[in-house]
Antibody, heavy 116, light 110 residues
Framework: QVQLQESGPGLVKPSETLSLTCTVS????????WSWIRQPPGKGLEWIGY???????NYNPSLESRVTISVDTSKNQFSLKLTSVTAADTAVYYC??????????WGQGTLVTVSS | QSALTQPPSASGSPGQSVTISCTGT?????????VSWYQQHPGKAPKVMIY???KRPSGVPDRFSGSKSGNTASLTVSGLQAEDEADYYC??????????FGGGTKLTVL
């Protein structure tokens, strides 16, 4: 059974960089797209972007200037960096596997709060 | 404002059927058969219930069904049960934008 686990700081200061890692277990990172999706408190889901196992990326145009997603196949991990954060970036951040049709496996999510 | 439009709420009594709509454009819902639906219980991660408009992953009850007409996709939950009470999100492939979500619909079982 594929499992995903997000890790990283739960508190980030305004204007700094948010960094999260997702560790994949129970399956290989090869052959799939790997997504980051976020959900502000009490609001809906927002797709941030995804990376193919070979390193090709696609980002939400509204976030593209601030987002970098990378993959480390040797560690079965992929990561998110979001620069110049503001309070509007406070959200639960989910990592998920996209099998070409839908997000079929999700992490439990991690709350990241942007505050000084 | 979300890219796909869903009603904020829907409701039905146990045993009844309820349909949730998801309206997009010819650049997303209408242009591709890659509409998926996710169920999210409070404090939990979303779970895929429907993919490619009408296909159910293994383990999803056949009470859940999906369809599409033009730029509008729909999720129907038949034989409503208490455990179906949750938020539901539609999602579509959107070409250059890749993935878009709806704003979500809170389903209440009366």
């Amino acid at each position: 059974q594929v499992q995903l686990q997000e890790s990283g700081p739960g508190l980030v200061k305004p204007s700094e960089t948010l960094s999260l890692t997702c560790t994949v277990s129970g399956g290989s990172i090869s052959g799939y797209y790997w997504s980051w999706i976020r959900q502000p408190p009490g609001k809906g889901l927002e797709w941030i972007g995804y990376i193919y196992y070979n390193g090709n990326t696609n980002y939400n145009p509204s976030l593209e200037s601030r987002v970098t997603i990378s993959v480390d196949t040797s560690k079965n991990q992929f990561s998110l960096k979001l620069t110049s954060v503001t309070a509007a970036d406070t959200a639960v951040y989910y990592c998920a596997r996209h099998d070409g049709r839908a997000q079929d496996y999700w992490g439990q999510g991690t709350l990241v709060t942007v505050s000084s | 404002q979300s890219a796909l439009t869903q009603p904020p709420s829907a409701s039905g009594s146990p045993g009844q059927s309820v349909t949730i709509s998801c309206t997009g454009t010819s650049s997303d819902v209408g242009g591709y058969n890659y509409v998926s639906w996710y169920q999210q219980h409070p404090g939990k991660a979303p779970k895929v219930m429907i993919y490619e408009v009408s296909k159910r992953p293994s383990g999803v009850p056949d009470r859940f069904s999906g369809s599409k007409s033009g730029n509008t996709a729909s999720l129907t939950v038949s034989g409503l049960q208490a455990e179906d009470e949750a938020d539901y999100y539609c999602s579509s492939y959107a070409g250059i934008t890749h993935v878009v979500f709806g704003g979500g619909t809170k389903l209440t079982v009366l």
